[in-house]
């Protein structure tokens, strides 16, 4: 693995060099180019650009890039029971493969470094992850709505994909559970969960309190609210846990996820677009939470450029409850960094020496960058997401604009022949 030197960037707000070395940040500062090798070195002029550290997308259904569009404007369950799910039954390894290319594609070309996905056919996604170069947390998506021999086999295949992650023994790719949710999972299914978390040491994904519904359907099942229920059988215990959406909350449930650490992956977009609501973002930074973002799948987005979110929460916040001071653009800016990857324990999101090299790069000389000044008020603000070089584990995944590890037309011509399939089956 080759040295980057990149020279006279905007780093943490002022003009310097950041060193590469191996997968690591090995020096932020004023570098001597005779300090390096410059054979080993390969030297990127950060003249009129800014570095930033790669995005984290703690929410995510990769896969789904091929649902773009297929099913808008309807509530989130007449979309998933009278779409979505129908779709997903005609899905192939195939089908999964082109899809998580497009999605890691996608993520890339604007600035996402780490996603953190839950869906299914495992061995295709892990193959478009290590084609592309970018750092995820996998997990298999589980549901059993109630049956024994249905759950049974979810979590045998939960297991065997875990397994499979960690003898990749691939830094960039790590393994999580995901089920999907209180209202689709059983207690049964939800306590083994637990346990096997606990086991092998990984975190935890699931949907919870995205719409009223899902609140009153679990409620008028266990008499409780989704996270009452789950912590009545210590299903946060001792364990890391990343809730997404968490969109209506009761001030007991906001209590559990503050005692429990349990970490809210804010996905603004996607909850406006299917009216589920907009989750209490300020009421949890009082409390501590901590909040990163994810997009959810394109069947619910659109897209997984996560500025688009890091915009939309610095502003939803702001309208809904009448302050300008609220999520402000550097907490904004911050969940879909430094909290994304303090969710998913990576040592990212910063750009600080010791650090993953996991990092963007953005020319600023863009009309909507302009004047050069305030250029972290343009990140969230103003900025479209169209990021010009990606460093990923210390590789250089995306160099002005162009991948470097696929072809983005074969990529595409792929996708479509996929959406093709999907829907024509």
Same mark, same amino acid.
């Given at each position: 693995?080759?040295s980057?030197?990149?020279?006279? #960037?905007?780093?943490?707000g002022?003009?310097q060099?950041?060193?590469?070395?191996?997968?690591?940040?090995?020096?932020?500062?004023?570098?001597?180019?005779?300090?390096?090798?410059?054979?080993?070195t390969e030297?990127?002029?950060?003249?009129?650009?800014?570095?930033?550290? +790669?995005?984290?997308?703690?929410?995510?259904?990769?896969?789904?890039?091929?649902?773009?569009?297929?099913?808008?404007?309807?509530? !989130?369950? $007449?979309?998933?029971?009278?779409?979505?799910?129908?779709?997903?039954a005609?899905?192939?390894?195939?089908?999964?493969?082109?899809?998580?290319?497009?999605?890691?594609?996608?993520?890339?070309?604007?600035?996402?470094?780490?996603?953190?996905?839950?869906?299914?056919?495992?061995?295709?996604?892990?193959? /478009?992850?290590?084609?592309?170069?970018?750092?995820?947390?996998?997990?298999? #998506?589980?549901?059993?709505?109630? *049956?024994?021999?249905?759950?049974?086999? $979810?979590?045998?295949?939960?297991?065997?994909?875990?397994?499979?992650?960690?003898? !990749?023994n691939? &830094?960039? @790719?790590?393994?999580?559970?995901?089920?999907?949710?209180?209202?689709?999972c059983?207690k049964?299914?939800?306590?083994?969960?637990?346990?096997?978390?606990?086991?092998?040491?990984? &975190?935890?994904?699931?949907?919870?309190?995205?719409?009223l519904? =899902?609140?009153?359907?679990?409620?008028?099942?266990?008499?409780?609210? &989704?996270? =009452?229920?789950?912590?009545?059988? +210590?299903?946060?215990?001792?364990?890391?846990?990343?809730?997404?959406?968490?969109?209506?909350?009761?001030?007991? $449930?906001i209590?559990?996820? %503050?005692?429990?650490?349990?970490?809210?992956?804010?996905?603004?977009?996607?909850?406006?677009?299917?009216?589920?609501?907009v989750? &209490?973002?300020p009421?949890?930074? *009082?409390?501590?939470?901590?909040?990163?973002?994810g997009?959810?799948?394109c069947?619910?987005?659109?897209?997984?450029?996560l500025?688009?979110?890091?915009?939309?929460?610095?502003?939803?916040h702001?309208?809904v409850?009448?302050?300008?001071?609220?999520?402000? /653009?550097?907490?904004?800016?911050?969940?879909?960094?430094?909290?994304?990857?303090?969710?998913l324990?990576?040592?990212?999101? =910063?750009?600080?020496?010791?650090?993953?090299?996991?990092? /963007?790069?953005?020319?600023?000389?863009?009309?909507f960058?302009?004047?050069?000044e305030n250029?972290?008020?343009?990140?969230?603000?103003?900025?479209?997401?169209?990021? *010009?070089?990606v460093?990923?584990?210390?590789? @250089?995944?995306m160099?002005?604009?162009?991948?470097?590890?696929?072809? =983005?037309?074969?990529?595409?011509?792929m996708?479509? %022949?996929?959406?093709?399939?999907?829907?024509?089956?």
């Open positions: 693995m080759a980057i030197l990149i020279k006279n #960037g905007i780093i943490n002022k003009k060099d950041l060193l590469v070395n191996d997968n690591i940040i090995q020096k932020i500062g004023e570098i001597d180019v005779s300090e390096i090798s410059k054979d080993e030297i990127i002029d950060g003249k009129d650009k800014v570095i930033i550290p +790669g995005l984290v997308n703690t929410h995510t259904h990769a896969p789904m890039a091929l649902f773009r569009g297929v099913a808008d404007d309807m509530p !989130l369950m $007449e979309w998933l029971n009278d779409h979505i799910w129908k779709l997903e005609k899905l192939n390894e195939k089908i999964i493969y082109a899809g998580t290319l497009l999605a890691c594609v996608e993520m890339i070309k604007s600035g996402t470094t780490t996603f953190n996905d839950m869906y299914f056919y495992l061995d295709s996604i892990l193959k /478009a992850v290590d084609e592309t170069g970018i750092r995820s947390t996998l997990s298999y #998506g589980m549901i059993d709505l109630d *049956d024994e021999e249905k759950r049974k086999k $979810e979590l045998k295949s939960a297991k065997e994909s875990i397994e499979i992650i960690k003898n !990749l691939n &830094p960039r @790719i790590n393994a999580a559970l995901g089920p999907h949710a209180p209202y689709t059983s049964e299914l939800l306590s083994e969960v637990h346990d096997m978390a606990k086991e092998y040491d990984v &975190p935890i994904h699931i949907h919870m309190n995205e719409t519904d =899902e609140v009153k359907m679990v409620n008028e099942k266990t008499k409780m609210r &989704p996270f =009452e229920y789950l912590n009545s059988f +210590g299903f946060f215990n001792d364990v890391n846990v990343i809730a997404a959406h968490c969109v209506h909350l009761s001030d007991s $449930e209590n559990i996820i %503050k005692e429990k650490n349990i970490t809210v992956s804010h996905n603004p977009i996607s909850n406006l677009k299917l009216a589920s609501g989750a &209490p973002i009421k949890l930074l *009082d409390n501590g939470i901590n909040i990163t973002l997009t959810d799948g069947g619910s987005n659109n897209n997984l450029n500025f688009e979110e890091i915009k939309s929460c610095a502003l939803i702001k309208g409850n009448l302050n300008p001071t609220v999520v402000n /653009a550097k907490e904004a800016f911050d969940f879909a960094t430094k909290n994304g990857a303090r969710a324990g990576l040592n990212t999101g =910063e750009l600080k020496e010791g650090y993953l090299a996991d990092l /963007a790069i953005i020319d600023l000389n863009k009309p960058l302009i004047p050069k250029i972290y008020s343009h990140l969230v603000y103003s900025f479209n997401g169209n990021v *010009d070089t460093i990923i584990d210390g590789n @250089i995944v160099n002005d604009g162009k991948m470097v590890n696929v072809d =983005e037309e074969k990529v595409y011509e996708a479509e %022949k996929a959406y093709y399939d999907l829907t024509n089956c």
